[in-house]
């Protein structure tokens, strides 16, 4: 394991290898759910760190039980984005421009699958889910957030996609 300064570009090398992409054949599979997997996927999810406890949002899909829509003997049944796009629009279709982790797959960059305490199953609230991969200090030195202060990026900003490349909403 190593750990990487957060610059966009640094960051998203990381988050490609993770998310996008080829499988790779040395990575180790995901834990099969099999019916005790899934009696015991709250204390497993526990214990992959993920916060649980309050959660307030829980994914339709997830809260029906309907675990083989994308998990399948111990692997995804395809990759990201397909495996969101099966149920959710297409932004690539939607959008002229595409979010960086949004083109390549990324989707649980900023969404846990299964649940979560923010809205829109978000891992990260408010301008936190933007500098887990921006450098704040970069984005400050633009002038166009001179005035920023705690103002959510997404109130100007698409956090998927847009009609140019600044993907405004
Ligand atoms: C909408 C798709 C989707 C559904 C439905 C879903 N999962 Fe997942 N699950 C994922 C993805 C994607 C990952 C990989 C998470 C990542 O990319 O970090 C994952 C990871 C996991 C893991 C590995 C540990 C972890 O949390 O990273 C377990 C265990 C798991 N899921 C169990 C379940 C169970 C049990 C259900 C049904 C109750 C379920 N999943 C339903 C998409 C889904
Ligand atoms: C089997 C169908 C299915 C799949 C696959 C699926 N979703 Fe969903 N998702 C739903 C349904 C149903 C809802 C609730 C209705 C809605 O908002 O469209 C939902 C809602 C959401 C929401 C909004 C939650 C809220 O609180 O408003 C997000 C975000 C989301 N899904 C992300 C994802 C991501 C990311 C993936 C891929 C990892 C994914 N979904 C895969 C069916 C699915
Ligand atoms: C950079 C972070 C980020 C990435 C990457 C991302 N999302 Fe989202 N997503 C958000 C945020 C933030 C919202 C809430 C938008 C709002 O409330 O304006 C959202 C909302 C949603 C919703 C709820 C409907 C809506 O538009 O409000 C769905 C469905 C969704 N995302 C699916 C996806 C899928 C599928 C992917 C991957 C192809 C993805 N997201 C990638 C941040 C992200
Ligand atoms: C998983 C990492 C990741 C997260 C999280 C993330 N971004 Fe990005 N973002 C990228 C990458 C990668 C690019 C493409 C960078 C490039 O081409 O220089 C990008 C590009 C952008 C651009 C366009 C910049 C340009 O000059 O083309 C904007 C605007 C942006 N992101 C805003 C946001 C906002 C707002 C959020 C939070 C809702 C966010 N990003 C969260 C990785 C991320
Ligand atoms: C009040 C509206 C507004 C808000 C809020 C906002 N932005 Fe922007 N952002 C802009 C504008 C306008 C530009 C285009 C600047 C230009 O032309 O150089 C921009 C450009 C960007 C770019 C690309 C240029 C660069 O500086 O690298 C990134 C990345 C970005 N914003 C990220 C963010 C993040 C992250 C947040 C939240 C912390 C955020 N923005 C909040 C208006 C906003």
């Known amino acids: 394991m190593f750990f990487v300064a957060c610059s966009p570009t640094a960051t998203y090398k990381v988050m490609s290898t993770l998310f996008d992409g080829v499988p790779d054949p040395n990575a180790k599979p995901l834990i099969a759910v099999t019916d005790s997997v899934k009696t015991d996927s709250l204390a ?5 760190n993920i916060q649980i406890a309050g959660s307030s949002v829980i994914h339709e899909p997830y809260k ?38 949004v083109a390549s797959g990324g989707c649980t960059a900023c969404h846990n699958p299964h649940m979560s305490d923010y809205k829109k199953l978000v891992l990260r609230e408010g301008q936190q ?18 005035d920023l202060g705690e103002t959510n990026c997404t109130e100007c900003h698409n956090p998927h996609g847009g009609e140019d490349k600044y993907i405004f909403k």
């Open 44 to 48: 497993l999810l526990e214990a992959s």
């Open 129 to 146: 889910l933007c500098y887990y991969c921006h450098d704040s200090k970069d984005v400050l030195k633009n002038e166009a957030h001179a």
């Open 64 to 101: 029906s039980n309907d675990c083989s829509n994308c998990h399948n003997d111990g692997s995804l049944t395809m990759q990201q984005p397909e495996l969101c796009y099966q149920c959710h629009e297409d932004f690539n279709k939607k959008y002229k421009y595409l979010h960086g982790p």
